[in-house]
């Protein structure tokens, strides 16, 4: 039982360039959350998904995009990186009510030159 | 939507005092209020929850209390010991079809031996 695991752990990635990091969880839950962490700003909410399908915006969702096509799966996708993109991020899960636990995968530091 | 706000952003104890965090909200509806640890490069772990229904919770050093009429709720820590030293951030979550889990910006605590 891995939990929740992100891909991948580190990235550099230049001005322009395009990535998708990916978040899978082995614990059948129905909520995933993709998470942005910069010092002083705490956890900002990027985009989540209540359900297999389904996606929603979160605070701050502009430049990210994301997909949710299988339940384990929650894809976010830049695509044109840009500086202010630099930052920890971090997927999470919890169960069908959202009003549980939610699970964090060990982050991806990705720093854009 | 949800805003969480968190206070004090830094707070400095000697061991074995208390160590009380608050955090307000915005949205009514939400009925589900974590509190999560992070240790410095490490992911967020839940160290207590509490839902609407309860008014306050206790696990050993840790409590949480709640004020639904004033939209506040609180972490209080007891006999601190430097292992607690880390950020913590307090969250709420409306549950159901929103789903979305919004934190606040995190209380960096440090307890001095």
């Known amino acids: 039982n891995a939990g929740v695991t992100q891909t991948p752990k580190f990235r550099v990635l230049k001005t322009g360039q395009s990535m998708t990091l990916l978040c899978a969880q082995d614990m059948n839950h129905e909520y995933m959350y993709w998470y942005r962490q910069d010092p002083g700003m705490g956890l900002r909410l990027i985009h989540y998904?209540?359900?297999?399908?389904?996606?929603a915006k979160g605070e701050v969702p502009d430049g990210y995009n994301v997909s949710r096509l299988k339940k384990q799966n929650f894809l976010l996708g830049l695509e044109s990186a840009a500086p202010s993109q630099t930052s920890v991020y971090f997927c999470?899960?919890?169960?069908?009510?959202?009003?549980?636990?939610?699970?964090f995968g060990q982050g991806t530091r990705l720093t854009v030159v | 939507g949800e805003n969480v706000e968190q206070h004090p952003s830094t707070l400095s104890v000697q061991e074995g005092d208390s160590a009380v965090i608050k955090c307000t909200y915005s949205d009514s509806a939400s009925n589900y209020f974590p509190w999560y640890k992070q240790e410095l490069g490490k992911r967020p772990q839940l160290i207590i929850d509490i839902r609407s229904n309860v008014g306050e919770k206790k696990d050993q050093r840790i409590a949480v209390t709640l004020n639904k009429t004033a939209k506040h709720f609180s972490l209080h820590i007891t006999e601190t010991q430097p292992e607690d030293s880390a950020v913590y951030f307090c969250a709420a979550s409306t549950g159901g079809s929103q789903g979305n889990l919004i934190f606040g910006k995190g209380t960096k605590l440090s307890v001095k031996p």
């Open positions: 999470a899960s919890s169960d069908w009510t959202g009003n549980t636990e939610a699970f």
């Open positions: 998904s209540v359900g297999e399908g389904t996606t």
